[in-house]
Every structure is written in C-alpha cells, then in structure tokens.
C-alpha cells in the first residue's frame, strides 16, 4: 500500500478541511496521504471562487495532502485526472449507471453534478511540492438549492456512510497515484478521455464573456481544455476563460 497507516483526522466542524490541510501544511509536516474529513463545514470552497454546500454529516467532505513531487508546471494536471478518474470508477461501481467527468474534475451523473474537487497546490520552484486534494461527494442529501446537483442516494435510493464511501475512495485514489507515481500517464489520459463529458459533441460555452459555438475534442498535457469552434478556429481555454452553458 502506498499510504500505508495513513493519519485520518476526522473533524466534526471546521472551516473548510482544505484550509485546515493548508494550515497543517504550514505549521507541522503531515505525512503523505494524511486524510482530513468533516462533519460541517461553515466555509466549504468550490472551483472559481464559489462555495461548496452539504448537508451536516449527509455526504462525504474530505481533503489528502500528497507530496507529488514528479509533477511539474507541465504536468500538475495529472492530478486532477487521478482522483476524477478515482472517483469515477468508485461511483459507476456503486451505482451502476454512467458517470462522466466535466473538465476539469466535476462529476456528472445523468446531466448532474455528484462530486466536486477542488485541488490547491504548493511551488519549490518549477516542481509541484504540495497538493491538497479537497473532494466533496454528496451521497445521502435529498434536497439541493440548485435543480442541476444530484446525490447517490437520489440516484440509487440507497444510503451511504461517509466513512465507508472514503475507504473505499482511498482505495481507488492509491491504485491511480501509484499509476501517476510510476509513470503510467498514457493509461491515466486515456480513462480520462474515455469518460470526459461532452466530447466531440457541439455546444454552446462561454469564452471571456462571449458566447461561442465550438465542440471539446480534447485536453491538453496541461490541463488546458482543447476546442473547435464553429468559425473553424482552435482554442486551448484555462479554466478562467471558459464556462459550459448545459
Ligand atoms: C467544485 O467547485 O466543484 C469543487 C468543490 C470541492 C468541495 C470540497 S468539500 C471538501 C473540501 N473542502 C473545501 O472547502 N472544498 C473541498
């Protein structure tokens, strides 16, 4: 096992487990692997600055610190594809149903958003040092603000304890980091590929702003989103520039 004897530190309230896993990070040496989970948390972030909302103790809010140091400003974005493509095995397993991945790690079943990641990294110059890999799953809420986020349970009509669903998510998350770790990136990019949500079929996004037509025919080594536009131009968007309108 690659995190063997992991530390898990499971919280009944914080701010954010991925503020806390930065402040461990700053203020001890947590081992790598070292799991963070809570019950509630009162400032829970999300990708592009918005908030992450969950129930209290209804679905699973967790953060892994690992220290990726093969990754570099290039590659960091293998990352991202790990624990997606970690997150989707373990819910097509348990749900028998499709789950995609929307760039850059969201988690899609039928057309709705299940699990979110929002990873935050530290720099030794050009190499990756730290990275915190926040992840919040929603399993056994029923009720959410918006009519596009979805639960296993509201897909399976089953409940899942969060402690169980983060063991068998540890398993899954160390079977491809130990891929990433000893070089396997053509087999990560490919069940990446294999699942991205919306590929090669033409939608509506908006770029900067404005809106475009254009296709997703792929992601680049670093993590840029490829597309084809309907005006017959490429473009390689970050995730600042680009927003899917579905
Ligand atoms: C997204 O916007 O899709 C990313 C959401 C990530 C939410 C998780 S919940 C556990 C961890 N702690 C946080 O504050 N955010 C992440």
Redesign the pocket.
């Given at each position: 096992m690659l995190f063997k004897d992991r530390a898990i530190i499971n919280l009944d309230v914080t701010?954010?487990?991925?503020?806390y896993?930065s402040h461990l990070l700053r203020s001890a040496a947590p081992p790598d692997g070292t799991v963070i989970t809570?019950q509630v948390?009162h400032?829970?972030?999300?990708?592009?600055g918005?908030d992450?909302e969950?129930n209290p103790g209804e679905n699973?809010?967790?953060?892994i610190i690992v220290y990726p140091i093969e990754l570099n400003s290039y590659n960091h974005f293998y990352l991202s594809k790990v624990i997606a493509i970690a997150l989707q095995e373990l819910l097509e397993e348990n749900l028998d149903r499709e789950v995609l991945l929307k760039w850059p790690?969201?988690l899609i079943v039928a057309h709705k958003?299940i699990?979110?990641?929002?990873i935050e990294t530290t720099w030794n110059h050009q190499r990756l040092h730290s990275a915190?890999i926040?992840?919040?799953l929603n399993l056994n809420q029923l009720n959410f603000n918006t009519a596009k986020a979805t639960s296993t349970r509201l897909i399976s009509g089953n409940y899942w304890e969060p402690q169980d669903c983060l063991k068998a998510l540890l398993i899954k998350f160390e079977k491809y980091y130990f891929k990433l770790v000893s070089g396997q990136y053509n087999e990560i990019t490919k069940q990446y590929r294999d699942h991205l949500y919306r590929l090669g079929q033409p939608m509506k996004f908006e770029y900067n702003g404005k809106a475009i037509d254009a296709m997703i025919t792929g992601v680049d080594e670093d993590g840029k989103l490829r597309l084809h536009c309907g005006n017959g131009e490429s473009l390689s968007c970050g995730l600042k520039e680009i927003k899917m309108v579905y």
């Open positions: 701010d954010s487990t991925n503020q896993a809570a948390q400032q829970g972030r999300g990708q592009r918005t992450w969950s699973l809010l967790c953060s790690n969201d958003k699990a979110g990641v929002l915190v926040g992840i919040g």
